[in-house]
């Protein structure tokens, strides 16, 4: 069996293939993942337009603005049928087409207009507010590359090039199951010597945001192995990856590892040496996923960024590992660390690099570090207790952040 996380993550990508592609409509596209690049077909904007509402002049050849004749008012939308000569104005609007011949355009405050002349208030340089030809994008930039995730700003774009549709990869399909017997539904009053589902909320909405479909979100609760194992099948049947989360230990024994071997999938990784979540556990049935995390809350979440998170990734075709950065740590760490660890922290850009502070609430139990967590501090095996303005290795778990 596998025992570094690297090996463990290569092993679970090599066997993940990224899933078809469908057209979805540019509405419904926000953060889907491209399946392929598109070139702009022509110049944005396509022709010379005015950047205000205003007037087109030609001076004439002495330079002379004072004096120009206005010769009318394009509307909007308007195409210009004769070209401006010497001496002329025409009355434009921002993003109206101008005429041949226009040299610039004076917005319409900075002229005086007496019986039809105008005479600009102010020194017009040539080229002055117009919107030239392909100042945004020429005819064959990339306005949206291969496995690229959609946002606002790139529907924008595409929108412009007339791209109402798109080919994204589709969602993988996500179930999660917590295995806790005491877990129950988070909004059920729990009683005592039970717990409230937090893992699989934050399983879900942690799945959401790389781009996944729920299909359910479950506890096994009171039910027998054999129940489980049922419960597992049809998950496994309805989702391209099974996130399961505790009955990973009791008594020495990896109830989930168990299941596994029963249900006849293939294990990839188990136990990789990493804290918080150092029982974990990776498996594959045909082509679907199981990916097994610790019932600690904090430790769940880890095991999502460093198992889950790149099966998504690589699902969508995307690079499944997580951007990683150096960043200097404003906080003191006062454990030894035995397994490489994983501390929940608060990564902040800075001009010169990144910063990065320790959030409180370290131990796996603990749900209050997950809060405003949004990078992991890597820190290696046997690492010493460590001074605050160490540089350290971080992974960044904000995917717009990079
Ligand atoms: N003697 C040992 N005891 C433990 C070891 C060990 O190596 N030797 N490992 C510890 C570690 S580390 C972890 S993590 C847990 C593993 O626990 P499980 O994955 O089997 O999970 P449970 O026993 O069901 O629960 C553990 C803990 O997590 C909380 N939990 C579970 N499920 C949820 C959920 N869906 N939502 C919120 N919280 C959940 C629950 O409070 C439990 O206290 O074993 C340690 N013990
Ligand atoms: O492995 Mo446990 O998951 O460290 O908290």
């Not at 392929?36 to 603005?65: F, H, K, Q, W």
């Not at 502070?357 to 010493?384: E, F, T, W, Y």
Request: net charge negative.
């Amino acid at each position: 069996m596998l025992n570094s996380l690297e090996d463990a993550q290569q092993e679970l990508i090599k066997n993940i293939e990224p899933l078809a592609a469908e057209p979805v409509s540019l509405l419904e596209a926000v953060g889907r993942i491209s399946s392929t690049e598109i070139l702009a077909d022509c110049n944005m904007p396509g022709e010379l337009r005015s950047a205000v509402d205003g007037y087109a002049v030609n001076p004439d050849l002495s330079g002379n603005y004072d004096q120009l004749l206005v010769i009318g008012q394009l509307k909007m939308g308007e195409v210009p049928n004769s070209p401006l000569v010497p001496g002329q104005a025409i009355g434009v609007l921002t993003g109206g087409l101008l005429p041949d011949g226009a040299v610039a355009v004076i917005p319409h405050e900075k002229v005086q207009i007496k019986d039809n002349y105008l005479k600009s208030l102010e020194f017009v340089k040539p080229g002055n507010n117009f919107k030239q030809p392909g100042e945004d994008f020429h005819k064959g930039d990339l306005i949206l590359g291969q496995a690229t995730r959609i946002t606002p700003g790139l529907v924008a774009l595409l929108a412009t090039f007339g791209h109402g549709q798109i080919q994204v990869y589709h969602r993988p399909r996500v179930s999660i199951l917590s295995l806790g017997s005491n877990v129950v539904p988070c909004s059920s009053q729990a009683a005592r010597g039970e717990i409230r589902d937090a893992n699989g909320p934050m399983l879900a909405s942690l799945v959401k945001l790389d781009g996944g479909l729920i299909s359910s979100v479950e506890l096994a609760g009171q039910k027998d192995m054999t129940q489980i194992k049922t419960q597992l099948l049809q998950m496994l049947e309805q989702s391209e990856l099974v996130i399961t989360t505790g009955g990973t230990y009791t008594d020495g024994i990896n109830e989930i590892h168990v299941l596994i071997d029963e249900i006849g999938a293939r294990p990839l990784f188990r136990e990789i040496p990493i804290q918080p979540g150092s029982h974990n556990g990776g498996a594959v049935l045909g082509s679907r996923l199981i990916i097994s995390l610790s019932g600690n809350p904090a430790a769940c979440a880890v095991g999502y960024h460093l198992f889950a998170a790149p099966a998504l990734r690589a699902l969508q075709g995307i690079e499944p590992l997580l951007p990683r950065v150096n960043a200097i740590c404003s906080s003191r760490y006062t454990k030894k660390t035995a397994s490489r660890r994983f501390v929940r922290a608060l990564a902040t850009p800075r001009e010169d690099g990144w910063a990065v502070s320790i959030l409180p609430g370290q131990k796996p139990s603990m749900i209050r570090s997950l809060v405003d967590c949004n990078a992991l501090i890597d820190l290696p095996p046997g690492h010493p207790p460590m001074e605050a303005g160490l540089e350290v290795s971080i992974l960044l778990l904000d995917r717009s952040a990079v």
